[in-house]
């Protein structure tokens, strides 16, 4: 019986031309509309070398991780250049920012980097990004500092020995600092992300529509399935099966494509690229059968939430500019902790950004998490076997 | 004969709606029930009733003697259905389509072969089996609906209004088939508000009106609730008032009218009420076209149980 379904499952999905084309062609034309759109204003971008100030007082000063940084990125003959830095004070900086001749200004003060910029562009958003990154790592390297401490058992060691051993281990690659530097950066590198976080949801369509056609409150062959003698689980279990097959050949198509004809850098570990799709697939599959099960609509309106949702999802995660990924991360983070598509595209750009994948692990756990309850819900609706009304 | 449905005091209300009140009828084994009745009178409400495919608040249900239920599947593997709307894969070809329905019941894949070959033959599609749904006509898709509910040769089968909006040709063969399956021994339970095609097929008839029945028995039971036994037309052009005045004094009739030239007369019962017309009409050597005399119908036996037409 399982077999049978799985079967005409596959037949009737790969015969919906409308489901081939938003699950299978139009994440790829979309990668290629990306790719057509951004690789030109990313090359203008690498050209850029943004012009900031930092408030040049004592707790700057104190901070060697910011300042070496800083110093890397802003020394013209490291390949890392990517930063005009003026040290000055605050009055000069609100003056050099008023007459537009800096991007930004950065004090530090109370633990804390501010960042003031007067607009929202692509420079004030990678001056963030750097920011930001450097914060995150920062944490590491202290513990790098600790442990350098701790082996050397010498608690009055040089400071400079010390911040050349973590710049030896972060050139060494141990800590992907120089990722953000501008011969790596990019930052349409996450519009693509989101593309394949897209192709996961839209698999959504393949098991809502499958699963709307097997449920008797939702269709006229749903009906007559009902009717038989065939167990429902069994049959609506065929029909995932099939949609996932599906899905798992699309986003593969969409993966291989992007990288090998768009040139997306999906960084060295290909496995936990894949295993990022099958479980954001996953994700997609469970939020196409919980719109089939739960939401009590005709089948045109389901498809207009799931693409509503899913484009709102993508967005919010960073498919128009990471800066709204920034803004959301920034000011309500639940959000993006609880949107799928966003899970999606943080593991790959931790998979590319981070060694460790402890944040990678979290985003897939979450997934799992996700997938996981729309599924228990959707079981619990479908354990009903009759209805008021059909 | 046994009963294969038996149905007591089913009632389904959406909220507060009686869609079905108060039913009880049984169904004996290898006879064609008739469910008649207007739209909404409640006739698919209690066939989803009777397939456990909607709740109900009160009454029980038994098929071939045992309690209908959700998970009843042995009961369920002797049961086809050929719903009003047409229950089709669009994106498999008629073939795929029966076979998939069929794989639901049948899992022997060379009796599934026979089964569908025996049921594509039966409806007539044999030309149209790589044909997808679209491709078809409306009543060739009724077939099809029809072949999706039978190919696994159920014992017992609902059918819910199968003619609805079919051509002619399509219709006859429709009712060619049900004909079929009755004289292989399939117990039918029908539905429809077509009259005609109850008189033509149904061994008992039972005729809904909002959710309840107004009367049940055979074609000739049922008429028997008519007040009128005959109706005469005849088509006369200039027909004299002093005429019509005579023959409203005939013994026997009940009502009379005459328009368009078409002059109507019913008679409540007696015997050569035609032969008696043709008689005075002659001695008053008045010419007319046409002359027909008929029985009443359901649709006068619903007339007089509602005071409307089935069709209103």
């Not at chain 1, 693409?307 to 999802?313: D, F, G, P």
């Not at chain 2, 259905?81 to 994106?91: K, L, P």
């Amino acid at each position: 019986m399982l077999y049978h379904n799985l079967k005409y499952s596959l037949k009737v999905l790969l015969k919906n031309k409308g489901l081939i084309f938003w699950t299978f062609a139009f994440p790829i034309i979309l990668a290629i509309f990306f790719k057509l759109a951004f690789s030109d204003i990313e090359n203008k971008e690498k050209l850029d070398i943004i012009n900031i100030a930092v408030i040049n007082n004592e707790e700057y000063n104190s901070d060697e991780i910011f300042k070496n940084t800083f110093a890397e990125l802003s020394n013209k003959d490291s390949e890392n250049y990517m930063l005009n830095i003026t040290y000055t004070d605050l009055s000069k900086s609100k003056k050099m920012l008023d007459n537009n001749e800096i991007t930004g200004y950065l004090l530090f003060s109370n633990n804390e980097v501010n960042i003031i910029v007067k607009n929202n562009g692509i420079n004030e958003t990678i001056l963030r990004y750097i920011v930001d990154e450097i914060q995150s790592n920062k944490e590491i390297i202290n513990n790098l500092i600790e442990n350098e401490i701790r082996e050397n058992n010498n608690f009055s060691i040089d400071y400079k020995t010390i911040t050349e051993n973590v710049k030896k281990q972060v050139l060494d690659n141990n800590i992907k600092l120089n990722n953000i530097s501008n011969k790596n950066l990019s930052y349409t590198m996450i519009e693509f992300y989101t593309v394949i976080a897209m192709a996961c949801l839209y698999g959504a369509m393949l098991s809502m529509y499958i699963v709307n056609m097997k449920l008797p409150n939702m269709s006229n062959v749903g009906k007559r399935i009902s009717i038989s003698p065939s167990n429902k689980n069994k049959i609506i279990l065929g029909s995932l099966f099939a949609s996932y097959i599906l899905e798992l050949i699309g986003i593969s198509i969409l993966l291989i494509f992007t990288s090998l004809i768009l040139k997306v850098d999906y960084g060295n570990n290909l496995p936990l690229v894949f295993l990022t799709a099958i479980v954001g697939s996953l994700a997609g599959l469970s939020l196409g059968l919980f719109l089939a099960t739960v939401i009590k609509t005709n089948e045109n309106a389901k498809i207009g939430i799931l693409i509503s949702v899913t484009m709102l999802e993508c967005f919010l995660s960073g498919m128009m500019g990471i800066t709204m990924k920034y803004i959301i991360d920034k000011n309500i983070p639940i959000i993006n902790k609880i949107n799928p598509a966003n899970m999606i595209t943080d593991a790959l750009y931790s998979l590319y950004y981070y060694d460790s994948l402890k944040r990678y692990s979290l985003n897939i756990l979450s997934l799992l998490i996700f997938s996981i309850i729309l599924i228990v819900i959707s079981y619990i609706t479908l354990r009903r076997q009759k209805y008021d009304s059909i | 004969m046994n009963n294969i449905i038996e149905v007591k005091n089913l009632t389904k209300q959406y909220k507060t709606l009686t869609a079905v009140d108060n039913l009880s009828f049984n169904v004996k084994e290898g006879e064609i029930l008739g469910l008649l009745g207007p739209n909404g009178s409640g006739k698919t409400t209690t066939i989803n009733c009777i397939l456990s495919l909607l709740n109900y608040q009160k009454g029980t249900i038994k098929i071939f003697g045992k309690e209908m239920k959700p998970d009843s599947y042995d009961i369920k593997s002797k049961i086809g259905v050929i719903f009003q709307d047409v229950a089709v894969f669009e994106e498999l070809t008629v073939y795929d389509n029966i076979d998939y329905f069929c794989g639901l019941y049948i899992k022997d894949k060379k009796k599934r072969k026979e089964y569908i070959n025996d049921a594509i033959n039966l409806v007539g599609l044999n030309e149209f089996k790589k044909f997808y749904p679209k491709q078809l006509s409306g009543g060739l898709l009724r077939r099809l609906n029809i072949a999706c509910g039978i190919a696994h040769k159920p014992k017992l089968i609902f059918l819910d209004e199968p003619t609805v909006a079919v051509d002619p040709q399509s219709r006859n063969n429709i009712l060619d088939n049900i004909k079929t399956l009755r004289n292989q021994g399939t117990t039918i339970v029908y539905t429809t508000h077509y009259m005609e095609e109850v008189e033509i097929l149904c061994d008992e008839i039972i005729i809904l009106d909002k959710g309840k029945i107004l009367a049940k028995g055979t074609l000739d039971e049922l008429k028997e609730y008519a007040s009128i036994e005959e109706k005469i037309t005849v088509e006369i052009n200039d027909l004299k008032e002093e005429i019509i005045e005579e023959i409203k004094e005939f013994k026997n009739v009940d009502k009379i009218s005459y328009e368009r030239n078409i002059l109507l007369i019913t008679y409540k019962k007696g015997k050569n009420n035609l032969g008696e017309l043709i008689d005075y009409l002659k001695s008053k050597k008045v010419k007319y076209n046409k002359i027909f005399s008929e029985r009443p119908t359901l649709n006068d036996v619903f007339l007089e149980l509602t005071g409307k037409e089935l069709r209103d």
